[in-house]
Structures are given as structure tokens and as C-alpha cells.
T-cell receptor, first 113, second 115 residues
Framework: DAGVIQSPRHEVTEMGQEVTLRCKPISGHDYLFWYRQTMMRGLELLIYFNNNVPIDDSGMPEDRFSAKMPNASFSTLKIQPSEPRDSAVYFC???????????FGSGTRLTVV | AQKITQTQPGMFVQEKEAVTLDCTYDTSDQSYGLFWYKQPSSGEMIFLIYQGSYDEQNATEGRYSLNFQKARKSANLVISASQLGDSAMYFCAMRDGNYGQNFVFGPGTRLSVLP
């Protein structure tokens, strides 16, 4: 089992550019979560999916953020346009159910300059 | 209101000694779950241990144990025989909600193990 795979590991982009983060969950995990981690705010849940359907996106900071899960093995988090305050580590996690712990990916460190 | 409180921003422990990392939580649900995660300097989040609210026994996983005191709403992590590789951030987390849809993390405790 390769675990949750995120790409890229690091992303540096200029303000105003579109950024797309990618995630492949563990096969068979029905839940997928996107988290953002910053020093100031800690770990924040952005959105989560169940069986590819977005269930709760109340954590998405604003309309510049969007997430999709076109199939059970792939999800994207897009920021358009990006801003310096979006700089953070973005984690994807998956879980076989809501009563289980999450398996996290290695994260994507995003820097917007 | 904070749902998860970790009052120790940083902790030091001597190698081979035991250490307790504090976690208190706030929920009105009867059914909930408590988790601990480790985040080393490399950045990944590693699941350590889980305690369900109805579990009567404290959870244990190798050198990790969870001191669950339901009436006090505390779920402290105990690491026995600390190793240098235990140096990391440790996050307490809770899942509650009618169908477990709320999952929140505490602010974390940075543990440093001294040789």
C-alpha cells in the first residue's frame, strides 16, 4: 500500500497564478479530506468528500478555492488566483470511515510570492 | 470555543524516561473519538493511537498509551521509554457530531527528547 500520495511536494508560485494540488487516496478509503496547516491557525479542515461527493466545504476560505474529486482515486484542490496569505502546507488525508483515524499524505508546501 | 486544548506548547524529556502530553476536549456528544498524531520535522502526519468514548480500557499501542479520563474530558498521551526519534510535534484530535463529521485538531505540543 503506497499510502496517500500528494503532488507536488513543494510549489512556489507568483501571486495571481493558478495553483493545483493533487491527491491520490488509499484504495478503498471512502473519505477524502483536505487540510491546511499554518503556524497561526494550526490544522484546518477545508473540505471533505464521501464517495467522491463533497459533503462539507464550510472550511474553504473563499471562492478562490475549489476542490474536485472526479473519481475514487483522484482529487484536486485549486486556488485561483493565489495570494501570499495562501502560503501553507496543504495535506490530503483519507479514511475508510468516519470512526477511523485518517492516513495523511506527505503534504504540499505552497509558497506564494 | 476551543474544542481541543493542549496547554503545553513545548516539553522536554530525558531519553528513556516517560512523558505525558496533556489534552482536554469539549463536546456535548456521547459518542466521540480521540486521536493522537505525531508530526516529525519532515512534516508528515503519523497516526499513533485512538480512544473511543465508550471504550472502558485505556488504549495502548506499543510505547504509547492514552490516559482517558472521561469525567474530566481529558485524553493524555503517555510515551514510555522516550527515544530521540520521538522528538516531534504531537497533535490531539477529536471526532464528534451526529455521524462523526466533526474532526478537529488541537494546537499541538512540541516534544524534545534530550540525550
Amino acid at each position: 500500500d503506497a499510502g496517500v500520495i500528494q503532488s507536488p511536494r513543494h510549489e512556489v508560485t507568483e501571486m495571481g497564478q493558478e495553483v493545483t494540488l493533487r491527491c491520490k487516496p488509499i484504495s478503498g478509503h471512502d473519505y477524502l479530506f483536505w487540510y491546511r496547516q499554518t503556524m497561526m491557525r494550526g490544522l484546518e479542515l477545508l473540505i471533505y468528500f464521501n464517495n467522491n461527493v463533497p459533503i462539507d466545504d464550510s472550511g474553504m476560505p473563499e471562492d478562490r478555492f475549489s476542490a474536485k474529486m472526479p473519481n475514487a482515486s483522484f482529487s484536486t484542490l485549486k486556488i485561483q488566483p493565489s495570494e501570499p496569505r495562501d502560503s501553507a502546507v496543504y495535506f490530503c488525508a483519507s479514511s475508510p470511515g468516519l470512526t477511523y483515524g485518517y492516513t495523511f499524505g506527505s503534504g504540499t508546501r505552497l509558497t506564494v510570492v | 470555543a476551543q474544542k481541543i486544548t493542549q496547554t503545553q506548547p513545548g516539553m522536554f524529556v530525558q531519553e528513556k524516561e516517560a512523558v505525558t502530553l496533556d489534552c482536554t476536549y469539549d463536546t456535548s456528544d456521547q459518542s466521540y473519538g480521540l486521536f493522537w498524531y505525531k508530526q516529525p520535522s519532515s512534516g508528515e502526519m503519523i497516526f499513533l493511537i485512538y480512544q473511543g468514548s465508550y471504550d472502558e480500557q485505556n488504549a495502548t499501542e506499543g510505547r504509547y498509551s492514552l490516559n482517558f479520563q472521561k469525567a474530566r474530558k481529558s485524553a493524555n498521551l503517555v510515551i514510555s521509554a522516550s527515544q530521540l526519534g520521538d522528538s516531534a510535534m504531537y497533535f490531539c484530535a477529536m471526532r464528534d457530531g451526529n455521524y462523526g463529521q466533526n474532526f478537529v485538531f488541537g494546537p499541538g505540543t512540541r516534544l524534545s527528547v534530550l540525550p
